[in-house]
């Protein structure tokens, strides 16, 4: 039976959704100059191979303890399997405890060999394939970056099961439930209790989250059963540490070869929960929580720039975005552009500059509600080979899955909508595990944190060694690890029961939020209201194609007044909220020149949507007779 499909998946370029790492860094340049469509196997097929294989020869196994190749072996010898390397530059030595051979054909034939492990280029694989069939291996394994059809042909008309473009270590940890233990997209939902690392009893306890519906991803996703207790509600772990199982087990969390919790300040089982959800939510391949939404623009920030480098940052931002970027990474010796992302030329001019390393935009702008396009701007970003980052704050997954327009990375303050609830401040980074970051930087100079060697942890090439999970694994294991803007389990925990109701609040927002509109819309002492959900918006036709569920709750309007009137009005609202905040149950009202945009120059909360007569509002789900008659009060008492 055929075992494979091409098709566009989930991760349907770049990288695929169950990578390993490149074996080569030839490897990695000849996959950057192939044709990007996934190979798709069935969850029943991968885990009826690691179920039944024992003993594996890895073709390519490197003496290097830092190289992929030594990871994959020593993961894989943690699991029970055997694993004889072969290597005919190391013949006679010893990796891990078994001894070299120089190929298949030399190890011994009392050692029955079930698959064949490729870690070369795809040139050598019918190679492999013809001393696999020879050895009667079960199985043909190429890792990831080696596509071979001539090889997989030559195993398969043999009867021998093929899988390409895949990393045995990262498939069994995501079978297993080791993967999300650093907020992986594991790509699976289970209501059944398991203990991670081990092969579940029932092999049909697993749901893909593909074609699954939103609504039970936001349940689901991430989650299973406590192990021990069976209890069905995720814990809270208040822990600072975790056990190690030996010497051994820790010096492989240590080395990153391994999957694990070591402290609270790089990951936590209960975070861990909500890092898979809002991945598996937006699309992604993996998430970083943070303290809050201004930590998760940082760490995001962090493994992209440097010293004399540059952000090209939409003019439509909240407030203290702006000043972030406009101030306070200069410190760092960043500096940052700030554009007009409705104007292409003027975006391109921006990125021609050659210190950028991305493009930074919010999906609905914070305050004035400005939509952005992200399939033009994710576009204009890749033609330069720089990521393209979205703020979805004020989107949420529900509305927009930026990742799905083209965009990299998609940041999140999850106090906001994701929680719902105001009680729990917090932030997010989602990879999409889609930009080929070997291939867009072959000297390892523009993102030399993913691509060049880490002297923390002895020459380890991020993006060689973890392939489409470099970016969140660096965000946990140096971004957290030194930046140390941890959220804490119990915030994440406040933010899953929020996430659990996500999209029955975003639509009574968006509902709510539609009908205000119209009512301020033809009021006689408001100027104009930014909802792009209002057919007379410049962004109408853009919320149509891209924000298919509505056009969020977060826009402003301008007074017929000034600034004045703008004060008055949100000192003279009874339900509305005069908070600095947004995405609350509750309705939330602010001036956003007197408060978030206040340290901004006049030019600069113009180009925001914060002009002196500005009012920001983010609409609750109360009763809409509510709202409208507590604005209609407000707006009363203006002269």
Same mark, same amino acid.
Not at 160 to 163: F, L, P
């Given at each position: 039976m055929f075992r494979a499909i091409r098709r566009a998946g989930s991760f349907a370029s770049g990288w695929n959704s169950v990578s390993c790492a490149r074996p080569t860094s030839l490897a990695s340049r000849w996959l950057a100059s192939q044709p990007q469509t996934p190979i798709v196997y069935e969850d029943g097929y991968i885990r009826r191979i690691l179920s039944s294989v024992k003993t594996i020869a890895m073709v390519g196994a490197s003496t290097n303890w830092n190289r992929p190749s030594y990871f994959a072996m020593s993961y894989l010898q943690a699991k029970g399997y055997r694993v004889i390397p072969v290597n005919p530059g190391a013949v006679g030595k010893e990796i891990l405890g078994e001894k070299v051979y120089g190929s298949i054909d030399d190890i011994p034939s009392e050692i029955e060999i079930d698959m064949v492990d490729l870690f070369r280029a795809p040139s050598a694989a019918p190679g492999a394939a013809r001393e696999a069939v020879a050895r009667g291996a079960k199985v043909l394994w190429m890792q990831l970056g080696v596509v071979s059809e001539e090889g997989a042909q030559i195993a398969e008309a043999a009867g021998? @099961?093929?899988?390409m473009d895949r990393c045995p270590k990262i498939e069994f940890s995501r079978l297993y439930g080791e993967l999300g233990w650093h907020g992986f997209n594991s790509g699976v939902l289970s209501s059944k209790r398991r203990m991670p690392g081990q092969t579940a009893k029932d092999r049909d306890a697993t749901v893909p989250t593909e074609g699954v519906g939103f609504d039970t991803k936001a349940l689901h996703a991430g989650a299973y059963p406590d192990p021990a207790s069976g209890a069905r509600q995720t814990p809270i772990f208040q822990s600072s540490s975790f056990v190690f199982d030996s010497a051994e087990h820790a010096a492989g969390l240590f080395n990153l070869q391994t999957f694990g919790h070591i402290y609270g300040r790089l990951s936590n089982p209960t975070t861990s929960v909500l890092e898979e959800r809002i991945a598996t939510l937006e699309g992604g391949r993996g998430a970083t929580c943070t303290s809050s939404g201004h930590a998760a623009q940082v760490l995001t920030l962090f493994p992209l720039m440097g010293p004399g480098t540059r952000v090209v940052a939409s003019n439509k931002l909240y407030g203290g975005s702006i000043t972030q970027f406009a101030k306070t990474i200069k410190k760092f010796g960043w500096e940052c552009t700030f554009v007009d992302v409705d104007d292409p030329p003027a975006v391109e001019a921006a990125l021609a500059q050659e210190d950028v390393r991305l493009l930074w935009a919010e999906s609905i702008a914070n305050p004035a509600g400005a939509v952005s396009d992200i399939g033009a701007l994710a576009e204009a970003a890749h033609a330069v080979d720089v990521p393209l980052v979205i703020d979805n704050t004020a989107a949420t997954p529900y509305l927009c899955t930026p990742i799905e327009h083209g965009a990299d990375i998609v940041v999140h303050s999850t106090t906001k909508y994701m929680s719902g609830h105001g009680q729990a401040v917090g932030g997010c980074v989602v990879d999409s595990g889609k930009f080929d970051w070997m291939a867009r930087d072959p000297t390892g100079t523009r993102f030399p944190s993913m691509?060049?060697? *880490?002297? +923390?942890?002895?020459? #380890?090439?991020?993006? *060689? %060694? =973890? /392939? @489409? #999970? +470099? =970016? &969140?694994i660096f965000g946990h294991?140096? /971004? #957290?690890? @030194? #930046? /140390?803007? &941890?959220?804490?389990? %119990?915030? +994440? =925990?406040y933010t899953l029961l929020g996430v659990e109701t996500l999209s029955l609040r975003m639509e009574r927002h968006c509902e709510n939020a539609l009908a205000l509109a119209k009512y301020l819309d033809g009021h006689p002492k408001v100027a104009s209201v930014t909802y792009a959900g209002l057919p007379n918006s410049v962004y109408y036709d853009r919320v149509q194609a891209q924000y298919p569920n509505g056009a969020g709750a977060l826009y402003s309007f301008s007074l017929t007044g000034g600034y004045e009137d703008g004060k008055k009005l949100v000192e003279s609202t009874r339900i509305f909220s005069h908070v600095a905040n947004l995405g609350d149950t509750r309705s939330l009202i602010l001036h956003p020149a007197s408060t978030t945009h206040r340290q901004l120059t006049t030019e600069q909360r113009e180009a925001a949507g914060a002009g002196d007569s500005v009012v920001r509002i983010s609409v609750g789900i109360e009763n809409i007779e509510d709202l409208i008659g507590d604005l209609d009060h407000a707006l009363s008492k203006l002269d």
């Open positions: 021998i @099961d093929v899988v691509t060049a060697p *880490e002297p +923390a942890y002895h020459g #380890l090439v991020f993006a *060689e %060694q =973890f /392939g @489409d #999970l +470099a =970016f &969140t294991a140096v /971004g #957290l690890r @030194d #930046l /140390g803007c &941890t959220m804490a389990p %119990q915030n +994440a =925990f």
